[in-house]
């Protein structure tokens, strides 16, 4: 099995490549057959990003904090795990989003799209989903749609739903609501096109985020997923994923 081995830069993860290039050699992306990602879950999706050319899976290996999308570290056991992998298919989100000057900038997240306000004053939305206005005027620091691999991330810190790997879902999260102060967000089916419009976008300039690309002074931004892309990502067959998404959402 021909493995590239990539590393996020810390010594811990520049330490643990090392060994691993010592056991088992390291392949060029273009000639292996599997992508092994050491670091943390931001990592693992700018691994996503930064290979996606090469269309290989990717078994990640936490030496991160949290790591919920990475497997456990374990050097010795490695070709034995990837021969005994669980692969789940992820897709990103397709961003298009115009701004002040009318220009079009695009982008692909596979971690979440964040709307956020560029200034003091408070941003003013207007949400459509499917072409129906569903919010006239959210009055937030911004808000933000995640797929199931980003539910983990911003989104869950914006008090957003854990969302399963594999599930054919969107979250949509306000971030820091003011009006309507009850909203918390809609779990949205996979398929949903979602247009968010800035309400007074020069007095209120509101900046958009897809994943690590950002883009200032924008008017709206229109998210969908990106159903003709996919990568695939590799878990131990007794990854314990399910189990600790469930533990997270019924903490003490």
Same mark, same amino acid.
Request: charged share 20%.
């Given at each position: 099995?021909?493995?590239?081995?990539?590393?996020?830069?810390?010594?811990?993860?520049?330490?643990?490549?090392?060994?691993?290039?010592?056991?088992?050699?390291?392949?060029?992306?273009?000639?292996?057959?599997?992508?092994?990602?050491?670091?943390?879950?931001?990592?693992?999706?700018?691994?996503?990003?930064?290979?996606?050319?090469?269309?290989?899976?990717?078994?990640?290996?936490?030496?991160?904090?949290?790591?919920?999308?990475?497997?456990?570290?374990?050097? +010795?056991?490695?070709? @034995?795990? /990837?021969?005994? !992998?669980?692969?789940? %298919?992820?897709? *990103?989100?397709?961003?298009? &989003?115009?701004?002040?000057?009318?220009?079009?900038?695009?982008?692909?997240?596979?971690?979440?799209?964040?709307?956020?306000?560029?200034?003091?004053?408070?941003?003013?939305?207007?949400?459509?989903?499917?072409?129906?206005?569903?919010?006239?005027?959210?009055?937030?620091?911004?808000?933000?749609?995640?797929?199931?691999?980003?539910?983990?991330?911003?989104?869950?810190?914006?008090?957003?739903?854990?969302?399963?790997?594999?599930?054919?879902?969107?979250?949509?999260?306000?971030?820091?609501?003011?009006?309507?102060?009850?909203?918390?967000?809609?779990?949205? +089916?996979?398929?949903? @096109?979602? /247009?968010?419009? !800035?309400?007074?976008? %020069?007095?209120? *300039?509101?900046?958009?985020? &897809?994943?690590?690309?950002?883009?200032?002074?924008?008017?709206?931004?229109?998210?969908?997923?990106?159903?003709?892309?996919?990568?695939?990502?590799?878990?131990?067959?007794?990854?314990?994923?399910?189990?600790?998404?469930?533990?997270?959402?019924?903490?003490?």
């Amino acid at each position: 099995m021909k493995i590239c081995f990539v590393c996020f830069d810390n010594s811990k993860a520049i330490k643990a490549k090392e060994k691993l290039l010592k056991l088992y050699g390291s392949s060029a992306a273009n000639n292996s057959d599997v992508i092994v990602a050491l670091g943390g879950d931001g990592f693992l999706l700018k691994t996503i990003h930064d290979y996606k050319e090469f269309n290989l899976p990717i078994y990640g290996m936490n030496l991160g904090s949290v790591g919920f999308l990475m497997n456990k570290y374990d050097e +010795k056991n490695l070709i @034995n795990n /990837l021969q005994n !992998v669980q692969k789940v %298919k992820i897709k *990103p989100l397709s961003m298009k &989003a115009k701004n002040q000057n009318n220009e079009i900038v695009k982008s692909l997240a596979f971690n979440e799209v964040s709307l956020i306000r560029e200034t003091y004053q408070a941003a003013k939305l207007r949400i459509k989903i499917n072409g129906v206005i569903r919010i006239k005027e959210l009055v937030c620091d911004g808000v933000l749609v995640a797929t199931p691999a980003g539910s983990t991330a911003y989104n869950l810190s914006a008090h957003g739903p854990i969302i399963p790997l594999g599930t054919n879902a969107l979250a949509l999260t306000p971030i820091s609501a003011f009006r309507p102060r009850r909203w918390r967000g809609a779990l949205l +089916k996979e398929d949903t @096109n979602i /247009l968010v419009e !800035v309400i007074n976008s %020069k007095s209120r *300039p509101v900046g958009v985020a &897809a994943d690590h690309n950002e883009f200032r002074n924008i008017k709206s931004v229109s998210i969908k997923i990106a159903s003709n892309i996919s990568h695939t990502l590799l878990f131990n067959s007794n990854h314990s994923f399910d189990e600790r998404i469930l533990k997270e959402q019924f903490i003490e």
